[in-house]
């Protein structure tokens, strides 16, 4: 059970939750949050190292509760769990999508402690829901900002602007975090360039440690498995991008 520290207005709908204490995790990495009373659900972890946190979307009536909460409350915490990212490379081509910037922040940080040179691109719906831009900014990263509206940056979809700039310039990996079909647009666009790719995906997970089925992707739970994948585990996901499991365990269409 951990005390809440700050907790901070990010978007309209996107909160971050910090703690004192400290939490070693590779970026993209979970914890499984529990607000005594409601619900536990999975939750990047957006900032680590010392003083550790969480940032989150309100979705749901676990969210919506979370959000509620103030300083000084407490939550509990258990975790880290899964498999983060892999940092390598000299030129990196990071994409983020809505709140999927959450776990691909610290991956900007830790690129700039490599001196990794990295492109960013980072998309959202409209400009009120973009998520770190000033963090990336801090970062080092160069920030390719797109908005489904047009608010913002270049009009359309991140991928769009993605793949302007993996047509002009040549990267070591690419990295991604976002709504499915981003990440299946992204993995046929890396096989088209041949270049190394890793995304973050996001399952339904009630137990994070591979027990419960819920996060079930053909043979795979993404809580203990993922939620990081390579290009060559995406491509042979025969549900990747087209089909989930909801609350029920029913398989039905992303």
């Known amino acids: 059970m951990l005390k809440i520290k700050e907790h901070t207005r990010e978007t309209p709908l996107i909160r971050t939750i910090r703690f004192q204490e400290k939490l070693p995790a590779t970026p993209a990495q979970f914890v499984m949050v529990w607000v005594p009373g409601v619900d536990e659900f999975p939750m990047s972890v957006s900032y680590v190292g010392s003083r550790f946190g969480i940032t989150y979307q309100i979705i749901g009536e676990g969210t919506k509760a979370l959000s509620a909460l103030k300083t000084g409350d407490k939550i509990g915490i258990r975790g880290p769990y899964g498999r983060g990212f892999t940092l390598k490379g000299k030129r990196i081509l990071v994409v983020a999508g809505g709140a999927g910037m959450a776990p691909i922040v610290p991956l900007l940080e830790e690129a700039a402690k490599r001196r990794i040179k990295t492109d960013l691109v980072l998309g959202a719906r ?26 913002k940056g270049f009009k359309g979809f991140a991928t769009e602007l993605a793949w302007s700039l993996l047509q002009a310039k040549k990267y070591d990996a690419i990295y991604a975090c976002g709504p499915e079909r981003m990440a299946a647009k992204l993995m046929d666009m890396a096989a088209r360039k041949r270049t190394p790719m890793e995304a973050s995906l996001e399952r339904i997970m009630k137990c994070g440690i591979g027990i419960c089925d819920s996060c079930a992707l053909d043979g795979k739970h993404v809580c203990k498995d993922g939620p990081v994948f390579s290009i060559k585990e995406l491509r042979s996901f025969d549900d990747f991008g087209m089909t989930k499991l ?9």
């Open 126 to 151: 409209t400009k009120e829901e973009l998520l770190f831009e000033r963090r990336a900014a801090k970062s080092g990263a160069t920030i390719h900002i797109s908005t489904d509206d047009g608010t």
């Open 246 to 254: 909801d609350q029920s365990g029913r398989k039905v269409p992303i």
